[in-house]
Nanobody
Framework: QVRLVESGGGLVQAGDSLRLSCAVS????????SGWFRQAPGKEREFVAA????????HYADSLEGRFTISRDNAKNTLYLQMNSLKPEDTAAYYC???????????????WGQGTQVTVSA
């Protein structure tokens, strides 16, 4: 099993930056890829970004690339999401996910964290 614990969410104002973290533990060999998804109230969970732990290769949602940056610290088994120029429409619960294929498809990920709430006020 792989355990994922997100942190770093909170209430910010439009234009602010925020960095989310996701601590990965357990059988990390089952988690060669990690990603971030988000879910706003009443909406489907949507892909944000993903990264390959071994080579650092990344994949972003087209609408978010440029404002959001995914990264990882292999020594700490921690995944990050740097979010800049935040907008009210970025308000959502942000989830960390783990799998073995870098993908924007939710079903490709086998393990999920509990999520951290990000609220952006206008």
């Amino acid at each position: 099993q792989v355990r994922l614990v997100e942190s770093g969410g909170g209430l910010v104002q439009a234009g602010d930056s925020l960095r989310l973290s996701c601590a990965v533990s357990g059988r990390t060999s089952l988690s060669t890829v990690s990603g971030w998804f988000r879910q706003a109230p009443g909406k489907e969970r949507e892909f944000v970004a993903a990264i390959d732990w071994s080579n650092g290769g990344t994949h972003y949602a087209d609408s978010l690339e440029g404002r959001f940056t995914i990264s990882r610290d292999n020594a700490k088994n921690t995944l990050y999401l740097q979010m800049n120029s935040l907008k009210p429409e970025d308000t959502a619960a942000y989830y960390c996910a783990a799998g073995t294929v870098i993908s924007s498809i939710r079903d490709q990920y086998d393990y999920w964290g509990q999520g951290t709430q990000v609220t952006v006020s206008a």
